[in-house]
């Protein structure tokens, strides 16, 4: 069996070869494609004059990185630590409003078949081709009437634009828990019933631990869109008001400091090094979310 | 189980009331605005029919927008369906860092337009020049930025760089739901790779088709944060005789008519035609795909 036949052996080298100048043409390809990351890296070790010299040469000096890395966390204009905190909350709290009272919609939606739930959930899913665009001038001028006439401040609030992200987010996450809920048996809802379990208590103690896989689907689609939008924060805090969320902050830097890329730079760099570590962490959670959200 | 009304109308409310504040209400609002001398300040607001309309079919920078958007979305739904294709079957072979490929081709996308933008803006102003001159190639010596021929084709880049891979992943998914032993079969039978993809893998993956050119042609027309941190509209050109900016796409002609020039109605106005052509576009395209699928 030790003898292979010589043609069959060129073959076989071929074909070895042939992958062999695959897997490096698909490195060559990954590290061009990765380019623009390590070079934001490498210009933020460098002052704007090294830039200006050369923005692909190797930086002098490593230690330069945490001056400019200080000169941001110093800067008014900026304020990432505050900006990073405002993110947090909105982030957090945005995505618990949604999750949470989504689900809760979903389920009655779901449980109840009639007339009037065919409806809601169209209502929802039907909501989810408006484009940003068309509510966003109205929106803001609708948060104003509210906050004069109520003494309700929207604008420029943590609670206004929570309740902002929760009615744009929760369509689409009402659509993803509502098909979710529909493989969930009614018979282990009907087993609690009998058991003694009221409504509240039943989506509480059984329906909602039922959900977990599909939050992780929901948070991350969500946790991903408001993390990194910017239209919606800077209609509805605003440039001049104090709060800012990163990419705000991000836009204020870049307008202020024009050209001055070894700020910019750096400032980019903290802005994605959150998400970056994030997905280190949570990569397949976050792939399979991704892609189970926008297939159904 | 017995439902209460109450139990129900209470686990709605939370959704219906933020989803009745932010989305149904701004968007009567809104086709109300469009078809008034809105302007923000003065609290009287009078109809004024379709004037607003009119005026933006004459004015030169929103024509120009609307062409440019239909161009740069045709060639993001081409680019970023070709590449992501392309990458998926990379990722689906025998690679031996397939995995890690993956993840990194995905890493775009968790990152905001507004961040990227910056980013590729020094690529293309600062490091994208130095190496034009340093090899020799003229077209490169400028930036592509600045030349209102290429900067569409310059941000379309970019969109195919941030996306591809998110795309990429929807198709791998649709790939690894084909029966292995389909593509055996094929392989055995004498089909080579590119006779088993077009025969097998792509009318396979026909119904993932609909999802991608949905997604990519829906983001490509509502851009506006990568538009905005990559070119902000420039550079300068003559359209129609009047002096217009050459990458302002309609997304962001919205939110200047409003923002830079105050008219307010007017902005309103241009996004009620937005919401229609995407509208009109997606529907379009989904009942085109899905006929496809069914002949498939």
Known sequence: MSQINPSVQAKLNRAGRRRMVGEVLVMLLFLLFMVPFFLVVLNSAKTSAEIINSPVAWPGNWGQMFKNIATIFESPIVRYTSAFINSLIITVLSLAAI???????????????????????????????????????????????????????????????????????????????????KGVPLELEEAATIDGCGQVRTFFNVVLPLLMPAFVTVLILNGIWIWNDYLLPLLVLGTSGGMKTIPLAVAAFAGAFVKQWDLILTSTLLAMIPIIVLFLFAQRYIIKGMVEGAIK | MKRRGSVDFLFLFPCLLAFSMVILVPFGMGIYYALSDWNGVRSEINFIGFQNFKSMFTEPQFLFSFLITLQYTVINVIFVNLVGFALALMVTSQLKLRNFYRAGFFVPNLIGGLVLGYIWQFMFNNV???????????????????????????????????????????????IQAIPGSLMEAASVDGAGFFRRVRSILIPMVANAFTITIFLTLTTSFKQYDLNFALTNGGPAMRFMGKAIKSSQLLAMDIFSTANSRNLLAEAQAKAVVFFIVLVVFSLIQVTINKRREVEA
């Open chain 2, 128 to 174: 994208l020049v130095v190496m034009g001159k340093g090899i020799g190639l003229p077209w490169l010596s400028s930036s592509l930025l600045a030349s209102k021929d290429s900067v569409i084709w310059a941000m379309s880049f970019v969109n195919t760089w941030q996306y591809a891979g998110y795309i990429m992943m929807i198709y791998v998914a649709a």
């Open chain 1, 99 to 181: 999750a949470f009272f989504s689900a809760m919609a979903a389920w009655v939606l779901v449980r109840n078949k009639k007339g009037w739930s065919t409806a809601l959930f169209l209502m929802f899913v039907s909501a989810m081709v408006i484009p940003f665009q068309v509510v966003m001038f109205p929106l803001v001028q609708w948060f104003r009437i509210i906050g004069d006439s109520l003494r309700l401040p929207l604008l420029g609030t943590y609670h206004g634009i929570i309740f902002a992200y929760l009615g744009f987010g929760c369509s689409m996450t009402i659509f993803i828990l509502h098909g979710f809920i």
